[in-house]
Structures are given as structure tokens and as C-alpha cells.
């Protein structure tokens, strides 16, 4: 039984910051990554960024590096994608997916587990 829930998402303006969260059930260690992607409209779903639960350690694509920061609070099982000087393409469904493997890669298909989504749309 695993179940990841996603929330935090909405509008904001160019520039802005927003914090999504993912709460995942179970312990942790049953799934070491975890990761968060993005689909834009008309696009495929792409990596953003993942965190590992052993040691905390985390990583972010280059288009986010410096603006995106992911983060865990052990305790709680859960995720955060905090994100600043927001851009109008970043605009995307985000998702948080979990692996059971410790080197999922980059890719959808190297993750088990996902949650439903939460729309991030940015003006101008």
C-alpha cells in the first residue's frame, strides 16, 4: 500500500515563489528516491529533480538549478519542491514519483509509485 499526495499548486506571477508538498505513506526506505517531474501542455512529462532519503542528498536539472530547491522531512514522509523567480515556462503539472531501485535514472519508466498531479501556472 503506497500512496503519494500532492499539494500546493496554483497560479502565480513571474518572479514569484511556491512550496508543492507530496506526503507519501509507508516508510520511507521502502521507495530511497524520490523525484519530481513536470508535464507542460502539448509536452512530455520531464524529469525536474529527486531527492535520496539515505543520506539527503539531491540534484535538479539545469533549467531549475539555483531557483528549485527539493527538500524531506523524514518524519512526516515528505516531499517538498520549493520553487522561486518563477517563469512562464515553468508552467507544467508537477508530479512526485517514488523508486523502489536507488539509481532510477532520470527517466518515467524508472519509477513505481505517483501522485496525481498539481497544476503550477505562471503569468506574466
Known amino acids: 500500500q503506497v500512496q503519494l499526495v500532492e499539494s500546493g499548486g496554483g497560479l502565480v506571477q513571474a518572479g514569484g515563489s511556491l512550496t508543492l508538498s507530496c506526503a507519501a505513506s509507508g516508510r520511507t526506505f521502502s521507495w530511497p528516491i524520490m523525484a519530481w517531474f513536470r508535464q507542460a501542455t502539448g509536452k512530455e512529462r520531464e524529469f525536474v529533480g529527486l531527492?535520496?532519503?539515505?543520506?539527503?542528498?539531491?540534484d535538479c536539472v539545469d533549467s531549475v538549478k539555483g531557483r528549485f530547491t527539493i527538500s524531506g522531512d523524514n518524519a512526516k514522509n515528505t516531499v517538498y519542491l520549493q520553487m522561486s523567480s518563477l517563469k512562464p515556462e515553468d508552467t507544467a503539472v508537477y508530479y512526485c514519483a517514488a523508486a523502489g531501485s536507488r539509481r532510477p535514472g532520470t527517466s518515467e519508466g524508472g519509477y513505481d509509485y505517483w501522485g496525481q498531479g498539481t497544476q503550477v501556472t505562471v503569468s506574466s
Open positions: 531527492i535520496a532519503w539515505s543520506d539527503g542528498s539531491t
